[in-house]
């Protein structure tokens, strides 16, 4: 219990300690001593970063090959999911040895693989959003028609219009987009910000609770 | 003013209104409006726990170390305050994330909140997944996505930085006919929240979330701080927008 509380208290002492010191740097000229320190603290948490997705992958892998060993729903998928991870570590690893001879001395293998296949799947999956967000407009006025969900539709309407070949309301569809919308996303940053400020004071006072036991 | 002098100025008005609500909130009780999703959300964790089924977190790409630090570690705080009811349950709660540096803080929730309930038996470390991001974060939607599905989650609770990639997560919950009540502070994603959820939390909504569940006076205060900061860059935005009209 004391042993705890001890690390509770050194927790709180460093995580205070960094933020005053980070917010210091961040107001000070980047020549000066505090300057310096929240650099280099930012240039830590780059490098931890890097070594946060080798965990990241870890735990990709530990999870489908828990799911495959007892052989829950989509255990299929799991093994789909470890075949590829393993084949693209391997191809890296091959790549940055500089193994290809031939055709394909000096390819990068996983790269091209990588724009090939990630790339191409990701650009199909983004066209199905358009049907998704077209079925869930129809769908919020189908649950309940409200002021606010009319307004929803019948911008989504404007907007998919206005950006047809024909230019039909495209004058419409650009006062939206630079009017209210980007009123809107002022006032939603603005919200955000100030939502941040007043967490970073809770986690300045010591009255955050995540990196506590 | 400078962008130097306004930082000061909000974090000094912020520390003196949080601290300053927190005194006066021990004798005068506070009155919060009606937001529908908090209402929602412990429900959403107690039937979790009488079906049996599993609840799903999503924080996106909302991760430590850079921009969105802050919004991450409130979306874990409420995270928290609901795996604490989910924790005696055997269905582990399931979150999935696609910056790895959040990875340690998930995992650690969780297991926070099975420590306080004392069932760390049912606490697994696997319960938090991560997925890579793709280029528009597709990559963690498909993935997140699917797993919620296989886990047989009974409702999926997204908070904190999502894209275009939340109509995914939607369409999917949809389809397996789970409860959804999202967040984004990313405007598109916003959007999408609003025309699929069954609950939405705008904006900086998420950031009243510890006022709203088992509150501390300092959760209040800080709410009392943000809606005095709100107030006054409405005065300050008024005040310009005089000024130059005039």
Excluded: C
């Amino acid at each position: 219990m004391r042993s705890h509380r001890l690390v509770n208290f050194l927790a709180t002492v460093t995580v205070i300690s960094i933020g005053l010191v980070m917010i210091i740097g961040l107001l000070s000229d980047q020549d000066t001593v505090p300057g310096i320190m929240a650099a280099f603290l930012l240039s830590l948490v780059t490098v931890i970063a890097a070594v946060a997705v080798v965990v990241g992958v870890l735990n990709l892998i530990a999870v489908h090959l828990g799911r495959f060993t007892r052989a829950e729903r989509g255990w299929p998928y799991s093994i789909v999911v470890l075949v590829v991870a393993i084949g693209v570590i391997v191809l890296r690893i091959l790549d940055r040895a500089d193994i290809w001879t031939g055709d394909l001395e000096g390819e990068r293998i996983s790269a091209r693989l990588f724009e090939a296949v990630q790339v191409s799947i990701e650009s199909a999956l983004a066209a199905l959003l358009l049907f998704f967000l077209a079925f869930a407009a129809f769908r919020l006025m189908r649950r309940q028609v409200t002021v606010w969900n009319v307004l929803f539709s019948v911008t989504v309407v404007v907007v998919l219009l206005g950006s047809d070949p024909l230019n039909l309301l495209s004058d419409t569809r650009d006062w939206l987009v630079e009017v209210p919308v980007n009123a809107g996303t002022r006032g939603l940053l603005i919200g955000v910000g100030l939502g941040t400020v007043t967490a970073g004071v809770r986690v300045l006072l010591g009255q955050d609770r995540s990196y506590r036991d | 003013m400078e962008n130097v002098e306004v930082i000061i100025v909000l974090l000094v008005t912020a520390l003196a209104a949080t601290l300053g609500a927190r005194t006066l909130l021990r004798r005068i009780p506070l009155v919060l409006r009606q937001i529908p999703a908090f209402d929602v959300l412990p429900a959403a964790a107690a039937d979790a726990v009488e079906s049996s089924y599993r609840l799903h977190f999503a924080l996106g790409s909302s991760g430590l170390g850079f921009g969105g630090s802050l919004s991450t570690l409130v979306s874990a705080e409420v995270i928290y305050r609901l795996a604490q009811r989910l924790a005696v349950s055997r269905q582990s709660p399931l979150i999935t994330l696609n910056d790895a540096l959040t990875l340690p803080l998930a995992q650690d929730t969780l297991r926070r909140a099975y420590e306080y309930r004392q069932t760390m038996e049912y606490y697994r470390a696997h319960a938090a997944a991560w997925f890579p991001q793709g280029q528009r974060s597709l990559a963690f939607a498909a993935g997140a996505a699917s797993l919620s599905a296989d886990l047989d989650a009974v409702g999926n609770v997204l908070l904190g930085r999502f894209g275009t990639e939340l109509a995914f997560l939607g369409e999917s919950a949809m389809r397996h006919d789970q409860t959804l009540i999202a967040h984004s502070d990313l405007i598109e994603g916003q959007a999408i929240a609003f025309a699929q959820a069954d609950q939405v939390l705008l904006g900086e909504e998420l950031y009243a979330g510890p006022a709203y569940m088992n509150p501390r006076k300092v959760d209040e205060g800080s709410l009392l701080a943000t809606e005095l900061l709100r107030w006054l860059v409405i005065f300050g935005i008024l005040v310009t927008a005089l000024e130059a009209a005039l």
